[in-house]
């Protein structure tokens, strides 16, 4: 049974960083696809960045480029979501999923598993 467990997140203030990892367990994780998404309140889930299938490239969209990016380490089994310059607009609660299936999308619904969220919140 795959299992992905998050790790991270908290509290930061505007202008800091922080980082989420994302272990895999219960599947082999070097070729498949790695998303990461976040949810706000009252807002649908939003695609924020993807390892793509095979590992070797990242798709960051615009909307977070230049502040977010993406590794992996599949040794491990585990993603990254590095987040600099962090924007009270950047608080949601933020998902890892993995992409079993080589879609490299950028809904929720081109992923097959899911982390359980880890709360990210930046005060102004």
């Known amino acids: 049974q795959v299992q992905l467990v998050q790790s991270g997140g908290g509290l930061v203030q505007a202008g800091g960083s922080l980082r989420l990892s994302c272990a895999a367990s219960?599947?082999?994780?070097?070729?498949?696809?790695w998303g990461w998404f976040r949810q706000a309140p009252g807002k649908e889930r939003e695609f924020v960045g993807r390892?793509?299938?095979?590992?070797?490239?990242?798709y960051i969209p615009d909307s977070v480029k230049g502040r977010f990016t993406i590794s992996r380490d599949n040794a491990k089994k585990m993603v990254y979501l590095q987040m600099n310059s962090l924007k009270p607009e950047d608080t949601a609660v933020y998902y890892c999923?993995?992409?079993?299936?080589?879609?490299?999308?950028?809904?929720?619904?081109?992923?097959?598993?899911w982390g359980q969220g880890t709360q990210v919140t930046v005060s102004s």
């Open positions: 390892s793509n299938w095979g590992g070797m490239s990242t």
């Open positions: 219960g599947t082999r994780v070097s070729l498949y696809a």
């Open positions: 999923a993995l992409d079993t299936r080589q879609r490299n999308g950028v809904t929720d619904r081109d992923y097959d598993d």
